[in-house]
């Protein structure tokens, strides 16, 4: 069955990776008359991030997670152990509220709060992103799920979203113990869904 699912991700990153590829090759002609100046800026935009030619090489069509890659950026994020540098990195704007690790941490430690990505890894919004479907349940009580949990691709990391992570934090602790970041208004909130399992 894994492998079946493994055929399947693969086949839809090939899929996802072959539309922006073609997307990427077609461009408009440039007149004939146009300068060596744009030219040059024509080759430039159609070389890759790191210096290779065309789509294949370009960063911004990253290879999509794996359940159990977006569960290590969970793992992190809730990880008291984990260093406030590595943490950061694993919620899109982390850096601007380090007080929600804190809070994620110390749920999990108080309430034996559980997070598990399950699959599928689907394509997201954007090229940049995903969406997954995320359990998660704290002892005693019924458990949850969160459906469309976007993780996005920054920095060179599979980070998840702002918003998700408010989502994820507001279900899991008491009201006073949201973050700030999470009831300023400043979070755009996604339509996802959450309902009891």
């Given at each position: 069955?894994?492998?079946?699912?493994?055929?399947?991700?693969s086949?839809?990153a090939?899929?996802?990776?072959?539309g922006?590829?073609?997307?990427a090759?077609s461009?408009?002609?440039?007149?004939?008359?146009?300068?060596d100046?744009?030219?040059?800026?024509?080759?430039?935009?159609?070389e890759?991030?790191?210096?290779s030619?065309?789509?294949e090489?370009?960063?911004?069509t990253p290879?999509?997670?794996t359940?159990a890659?977006l569960?290590?950026?969970?793992?992190?994020?809730?990880?008291?152990?984990?260093?406030?540098e590595d943490?950061v990195?694993?919620v899109q704007?982390?850096?601007t509220?380090?007080?929600?690790?804190?809070t994620?941490?110390?749920?999990?430690?108080?309430?034996?709060?559980?997070?598990?990505?399950?699959?599928?890894?689907?394509?997201?919004?954007?090229?940049?992103?995903?969406l997954?479907?995320?359990?998660?349940?704290?002892?005693?009580?019924?458990?949850?799920?969160?459906?469309n949990?976007?993780?996005?691709?920054?920095?060179?990391?599979?980070?998840?979203?702002?918003?998700?992570?408010c989502?994820?934090?507001?279900?899991?602790?008491?009201?006073e113990?949201?973050?700030?970041?999470c009831t300023?208004?400043?979070?755009?909130?996604?339509?996802?869904a959450?309902?009891?399992?």
């Amino acid at each position: 069955m894994n492998a079946q699912l493994g055929r399947r991700i693969s086949a839809a990153a090939l899929a996802t990776a072959a539309g922006l590829a073609l997307a990427a090759c077609s461009s408009d002609e440039e007149e004939n008359n146009a300068t060596d100046s744009a030219a040059t800026t024509q080759a430039e935009s159609a070389e890759g991030t790191d210096g290779s030619a065309g789509a294949e090489g370009d960063s911004a069509t990253p290879e999509q997670p794996t359940a159990a890659d977006l569960n290590a950026v969970l793992a992190t994020a809730t990880d008291p152990a984990a260093s406030e540098e590595d943490k950061v990195a694993t919620v899109q704007g982390g850096e601007t509220a380090p007080e929600l690790f804190e809070t994620m941490a110390a749920s999990k430690a108080e309430t034996g709060a559980t997070f598990e990505v399950v699959d599928p890894v689907l394509p997201g919004y954007a090229p940049q992103s995903v969406l997954a479907t995320v359990n998660f349940s704290v002892p005693e009580e019924p458990g949850q799920t969160a459906d469309n949990v976007e993780f996005v691709y920054e920095d060179g990391k599979w980070k998840l979203s702002q918003s998700w992570a408010c989502t994820l934090i507001t279900n899991t602790v008491a009201p006073e113990q949201v973050p700030a970041m999470c009831t300023d208004g400043s979070v755009e909130n996604n339509d996802g869904a959450v309902s009891e399992q």
